[in-house]
């Protein structure tokens, strides 16, 4: 039960946003957190996921030590954050390598994801995350000067504050911005998580996480914790052709491991080893939007984090990291304008310029990862289009275009302690 004498803060999504959030203000005394979940269970759906050293401190700072454990992270002992070998030959052609200072319990990570949402619900009490609560709308209640949320099964709740962590097709998003709505960007993964034993035997199996390229697709394969394995496979198509393949698919469903051998089954024996072996496989196709000019709305009462905030389609594995970043910059935000310490609830002044602080703090970074990944995705879809109206890519072509990608050490590395300073300096000045 939401405490209305406390500041109230109502949290939409129980999803790595929405958890970080309520990890970073629950020791507050005066804030009441709470966390409203569409789905009837708290389970993540998806596999596997990364976390670069900006997500690994943040979770260091939540709190949340356990998830830097070896049991659940697994970490290229080679201390590279990923590996790039050929589709053909399986040689190394190129390595990522992390740019400043980074110690051990902080280099790039995979998990299960299951495993990462369940060491963050372990820091939030159970009663204060409510389930089968899909979001339906919100409005301000002049009567008692606090939001009114609504939710699908009818019931309601109140809040001060609202931060929409509800996923990349966030309704809380699209009911201040309808327009907002995401688009499919024509690729696809087929995700599969399978324990290790099932691939064990193969020889030469990589014991890192290692990206193979070829000229269409690329193939991700990496050990996560607890005896876990991970295969990604990919798809790419054109989103405006009317005929395209999986342009109605749904996150999470099922696949077909078939269809997942037919895409391999001119690359390398090792590789084929590998995906004969995956037992089944589920589909995520993947969408974008564009940037939003604001994050903060509903009168400045309403934030968005996470994908819901920035809907980037593939931000370099950086999804996870960024969600833990914006909550950690929100729940900052918010101290900011009412410490521990403070004798009376921040007033509409102060709780807007909380959420302008973060928002100064995340979206400038949030946007560019936005540009580039936009940028990036555009580029495959055209290189798809032209595929059979231009000459293949020769062999060079494809190891200088593996040698000469992107350096996402900026994304991976980013210093939200440093920006989020930079932002409270900003509004100090104003």
Do not use: C
């Not at 914006?326 to 102060?350: G, Y």
């Amino acid at each position: 039960m939401s405490d209305t004498s406390k500041l109230q803060i109502a949290i939409i999504g129980a999803g790595i946003a929405g958890l970080g959030a309520a990890i970073a203000l629950k020791d507050h005394p005066a804030i009441d957190v709470q966390v409203y979940e569409k789905a009837a269970e708290l389970r993540e759906i998806g596999a596997s996921i990364a976390l670069g050293p900006n997500g690994m401190r943040t979770l260091e700072r939540l709190g949340v030590t356990e998830a830097l454990d070896d049991e659940i992270a697994f970490r290229n002992k080679s201390k590279h954050p990923m590996i790039y070998r050929h589709w053909k030959t399986n040689e190394i052609v190129s390595t990522d390598s992390h740019a400043g200072q980074v110690e051990y319990r902080h280099l790039t990570s995979r998990f299960y994801r299951a495993h990462l949402q369940e060491a963050l619900a372990k820091h939030v009490d159970p009663a204060n995350i409510h389930l089968s609560k899909p979001f339906e709308s919100v409005a301000f209640d002049a009567t008692i000067q606090k939001l009114l949320i609504k939710f699908t099964d009818g019931n309601t709740a109140t809040a001060d504050i609202i931060l929409g962590a509800d996923g990349i097709h966030s309704p809380v998003r699209t009911s201040f911005v309808p327009t907002s709505s995401t688009a499919w960007t024509g690729w696809v993964a087929f995700r599969s998580v399978f324990p290790i034993s099932y691939v064990q035997g193969i020889q030469g199996l990589p014991d890192e996480a290692d990206h193979f390229w070829g000229p269409d697709r690329t193939f991700f394969v990496s050990k996560l914790g607890r005896g876990l394995f991970t295969v990604v496979g990919s798809y790419q198509a054109d989103p405006n052709a009317p005929d395209a393949p999986y342009q109605n698919a749904t996150w999470n469903s099922a696949g077909d491991v078939n269809v997942l051998r037919e895409f391999y089954k001119d690359w390398s024996p090792l590789v084929r080893q590998i995906v004969d072996a995956v037992p089944d496989t589920r589909i995520y196709p993947n969408a974008a939007a564009h940037p939003l000019e604001t994050w903060v709305l509903g009168n400045g009462r309403v934030a968005l984090a996470g994908d819901a905030a920035h809907a980037h389609g593939g931000a370099f594995a950086a999804g996870g990291s960024l969600a833990l970043d914006d909550a950690w910059a929100f729940a900052s935000s918010i101290l900011q304008v009412f410490p521990t310490d403070a004798t009376r609830k921040p007033d509409d002044k102060e709780i807007l310029r909380a959420l302008r602080i973060y928002e100064k703090t995340r979206k400038p970074h949030t946007d560019r990862v936005m540009s580039v990944v936009r940028e990036n995705n555009l580029k495959k879809v055209a290189r798809y289009a032209q595929g059979s109206s231009k000459e293949p890519e020769t062999d060079e072509q494809l190891r200088s275009r593996i040698k000469n990608r992107a350096d996402p050490a900026w994304i991976h590395e980013h210093d939200v302690q440093a920006a989020f300073a930079e932002a409270v300096a900003a509004y100090t000045t104003v």
